[in-house]
Each structure stands twice: as C-alpha cells, then as structure tokens.
C-alpha cells in the first residue's frame, strides 16, 4: 500500500511540474495571455512571473517524473491484476 501512494504523490509532483511548464511557456511566448483589459490581478502576474522564470526547469524534470511514475504504476496495477 506504501508503493501505491509513494506513486501517486510523483504523478501529483510530475502533474504540477507540467502545469507550471505549461503556464510559463504560454507567459513567455505570449505575455499578455492570462492578462484581463482593465484589470491587474497581483496574484496571477506573480504566479506567471513565477512560471516565467521556472519554465523550463519545471518541464525537464516534470515531464520525465510523470511519465516514469505513471509506467511503474501501470506495471505494479498489472502485476497485482494478474496475482488473482
């Protein structure tokens, strides 16, 4: 049960990683992107600066975490299918 959860916990981490690739590409390829006419949210512009400065880092390690966590749950979700 420990393994299940250890699993779960990396394909959350790797998911988040990949959110914050996502954002920071779309905030340095288009600034304005998440940005409303007539409206400043502080919150949202430090979060894109954030995913600005953090994008690529974010995507090398999120995207390798995701992927491998979510094999070796597959494969431990076979192997315990096949026991019974």
């Known amino acids: 049960m420990k393994g299940k959860k250890g699993c779960a916990v990396t394909i959350f981490v790797g ?18 992107a998440f940005q409303r006419k007539y409206h400043y949210d502080f919150a949202l512009e430090q979060f894109c600066a954030f995913c600005r400065n953090w ?9 390798p975490t995701f992927l491998i966590s979510l094999i070796i749950s597959l494969r431990r979700e076979s192997r315990e299918s096949n026991k019974y």
């Open 15 to 32: 998911l988040l990683l990949i959110a914050v690739f996502a954002v920071g590409l779309v905030c340095e390829k288009n600034p304005g």
């Open 55 to 63: 994008w690529l880092p974010a995507g090398i390690i999120g995207i």
